[in-house]
């Protein structure tokens, strides 16, 4: 008899990885069928292990990229040269291959696509991944909000969704800053988030925005301070952080 799932308690799926994409020269989108998939929130996470053959296994947290709007689930994951399971989703798994996961995870840091309010995203490079799902959702369901994106990193070489994004800011209520933090195109600065930017790149605390910020926890920290001494409402800004202190 196959065991039931307990109530309240996540269970691990066994997914297979139906295709992948690049994205960068080092992120990579998987995307995955998971059979008994329940759905999702725009901005919600799973849960991904790997277990080798000597029953070792490792777990690591990935944001879903996808729309909540199908059966099948994209995750784009940002390799880490050494570390222990980027490498392997994003140069190893290959079509066809099982990948464990449980999910969805988070209620707190999702965008519920009938709000009313603005909405303003943060991303410190991949933390741009569960605010995509939310630009997605946002597309999906038609919503009419304007949806202001700050978007950091290091290079335009880095950039996920990059040609996405483009496309979408010319078909619905969609604009796009981004900060280049250590290679810029011709003619722009490089430089990280400050006030300046705030000022003219985000939607005026007058105007009661929905706030996600998410990436590296130093680039939240400092995003969610500038936006709090702008004087944005604390309780409007929500906050994810992914990797090591930067
Ligand atoms: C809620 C949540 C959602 C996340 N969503 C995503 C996502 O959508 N896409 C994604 O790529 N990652 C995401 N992450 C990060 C992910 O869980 C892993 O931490 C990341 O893939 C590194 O795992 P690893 O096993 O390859 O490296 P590890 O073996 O854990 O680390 C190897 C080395 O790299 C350093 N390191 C670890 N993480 C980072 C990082 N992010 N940046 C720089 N250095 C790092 C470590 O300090 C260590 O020195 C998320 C994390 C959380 C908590």
Redesign the pocket.
Known sequence: MARAAVPGRLSWLVSTLATSRDETAS?RTLVLDVPGWPGHQAGQ?VDVKLTAEDGYS?Q????I?SAPDGSSLE??????A??????YLTEVLGPGDPLELRGPI?GWFVWPPGSAAPLLLVAG??GI??LMSMIRSHTVNKSKVPVRLIYSLRSPADALYAPELSERTVASPLEVTYLYTRTAPTGMPTGRINADIIDTAAWPPSDKPAVFICG?TGFVEAAAGLLVAAGHDPAAIKT?????TS
């Not at 995750?75 to 880490?80: A, K, M, P």
């Not at 050494?82 to 490498?87: C, H, I, K, T």
């Open positions: 992120a996470h490792a690591r947290s990935y944001s990229a995750l784009t994951v940002q390799r880490i050494d570390g222990e399971v980027s490498p988070g490079g991949s991944v569960p590296p994810e952080r992914f990797g090591p």
